[in-house]
């Protein structure tokens, strides 16, 4: 009997030896997770509209060591998830503060990435609480016109043409239609059929 009870003692300890064992791989793994295919990852479920699952894609890439460019775009990455799950969820404040504070930290990061300027541009939009929302939103968009193009037109918005009719509706709310009404053309300039430009310029010829 003694020795029976011997026996599961030193299976007991090999079994948690094991589990140990199999704790450090899992630890190891995801220091040693590939941060580019984590991003292409995580576009392509936020693309999918799988934001959850693109937050963690992104989320992994920010527990590695990884360039700065990288990780501005995980939190870029994160700030478009979480404004996404805010609009869908009935805008849940919660999230969109968090969003408003990624695409900061995306900016920390590289100030040349365009897109995260926008996205922080469409965020604040969608805060609005004062009208200083609207102007950091005009000055968030001028920073991504002037920063790397490349950045530029990757999801949500298609073309310039947004970008100048979003300015256009600040400028409205903000009641300086002579800035709305520059931008309005600004944007049909590009894009002739633009609905969110054609909707304030029938604002500004009521």
Known sequence: M?????ILYYLA???CLALFAGCGADTQDEKTANP???????WQEYDSGNYESAILAFERILNVDTSKEMASDAYNGLGWAYLSVSKNAGLNQMNLTTSINKFREAINRDKTNSDAWVGRACALFVRRY?????????EAINNAQQENIKYLYRHDYDSEADLHALKAQCY?????????????????AVEKENNVALTVKALLDF
Not at 2 to 6: D, E, I, P, V
């Open 172 to 188: 409205y709310y903000l009641g300086d239609f002579d800035g709305a009404q520059s931008e309005v053309e600004n944007a049909l």
């Open 36 to 42: 580019e295919s984590e991003l292409i990852k995580g």
């Open 13 to 15: 300890i090999i079994l």
């Open 2 to 6: 003694q020795n029976f009870r011997n």
């Open 130 to 138: 004062t009208t200083d929302d609207f102007r950091n939103t005009i």
